[in-house]
């Protein structure tokens, strides 16, 4: 794997480095005449299949401590782009970078994978029965110091270097009263939400801003059933939507993502969650937020998804709206149906091929422009 995409790289930081030379030449050194050159992301991109290409835009939970037969077949036939960690499968730090390393070095994928996890601190830690885990984001907030959020997100990020992982499902955006928030003031929340998108960025760890476009007046619990946050545009404008404005606004779209909560918001779109909205994803976050970047939705097996969709249509149903990656972290049958319901989609003209490329251009160039994930064995 190591050395599959170290060619890979080098390939890609010699296309981005070439320019004009300063040595003469036969030939007039610049001109915009000149052939442009082919994007290296692009020529990465037409050398994957269908299949990998839509395995760029499914990550999936599995089960064990290390890697097995099934996880293996998982890992192979579907060409995953990424796996999240849960506590079942931490043992000790020591066991879980060799599981990493083994996903990693047997996956066999061209670039990659993403190793992610929800570290938030506080009460939402997988790593909490290994090592001390960092204070709660409400902690952090109510302390008023910016210097201790990026003392607890370098300590959070040296963790997770020392076990392989590369993205984290973190920091909680949401505007609450809630452990999980640093607090009800939108600007505090934008103030805290920035630094630890900077510090993450410093350590070569993707974030996630969660759980677009903010949670904090909901009242049911996602994991259960769908829900409805009645707030006007307004309202979300000048409070919920804030922190993730800050982000967008001041940081490189390829190295943070975006996670679409599975609530209702009518005042946008009263039909659909806003997981399988395109009036959320790609009329709100992408063209008036202006984000770029990845947007993935939150676990597709939460009541308020689940309920609700057969798992071979939801994740179609994600990606139509402009989500880049389906999440899916338990069951192996309800991975794979994701999988094939949107690899059916593009073979029966639902999805265009074009479409799927979009979103597997802006994976490959997190994955390529980001330190941790640029260092994987």
């Not at 830690?125 to 110091?145: E, K, W, Y």
Request: some cysteine; proline content about 4%; hydrophobic content about 40%.
């Amino acid at each position: 794997m190591r050395k599959l995409f170290s060619t890979l790289l080098f390939f890609v930081m010699t296309f981005l480095s070439l320019g004009c030379s300063s040595e003469p030449e036969p030939a007039p050194a610049c001109s915009n005449q000149t052939a442009a050159r082919p994007d290296p992301i692009d020529e990465i991109i037409k050398s994957m299949s269908l299949t990998e290409k839509v395995g760029q835009m499914v990550m999936i939970g599995i089960h064990g401590t290390d890697v097995d037969e099934d996880s293996l077949y998982m890992l192979h036939q579907f060409h995953f782009g990424g796996v999240i960690l849960f506590a079942r499968n931490i043992n000790s730090i020591e066991q879980t970078a060799q599981l990493v390393n083994h996903i990693q070095t047997q996956a066999d994928e061209k670039v990659p994978l993403f190793i992610a996890i929800d570290e938030e601190g506080g009460r939402v830690t997988r790593l909490g029965h290994v090592i001390d885990a960092a204070p709660s984001q409400q902690s952090i907030g109510q302390s008023g110091s910016i210097e201790d959020d990026k003392k607890w997100v370098d300590y959070t990020c040296g963790n997770l270097r020392s076990i392989g992982v590369n993205v984290n499902f973190a920091p909680v955006a949401d505007v609450q009263d809630d452990i999980r928030s640093f607090g009800t003031d939108p600007q505090l929340v934008a103030d805290f939400v920035d630094a630890s998108a900077r510090s993450y960025e410093d350590n070569g760890i993707i974030c996630c801003l969660k759980h677009f476009p903010g949670i904090g007046r909901g009242v049911v619990d996602s994991h259960v059933e769908i829900s409805s946050i009645d707030a006007s545009l307004k309202e979300l404008d000048e409070i919920d939507l804030v922190p993730f404005k800050r982000v967008i606004d001041n940081h490189p779209h390829d190295r943070f993502m975006v996670m679409a909560t599975h609530i209702n918001y009518p005042a946008i779109d009263p039909d659909n969650s806003a997981s399988l909205s395109s009036e959320v994803l790609t009329g709100l976050l992408r063209k008036k937020l202006g984000f770029n970047g990845i947007i993935i939705t939150d676990d597709l097996e939460m009541g308020a998804a689940a309920n609700h969709n057969l798992f071979r249509e939801v994740g179609v149903k994600a990606i139509q709206a402009g989500a880049d990656i389906a999440l899916v972290c338990h069951e192996y049958a309800h991975e794979q149906d994701v999988y094939m319901g949107i690899l059916d989609a593009v073979k029966r003209g639902e999805l265009s091929e074009e479409r799927i490329d979009q979103s597997v251009r802006r994976i490959l160039r997190a994955k390529l422009n980001n330190a941790a994930i640029d260092g994987a064995d």
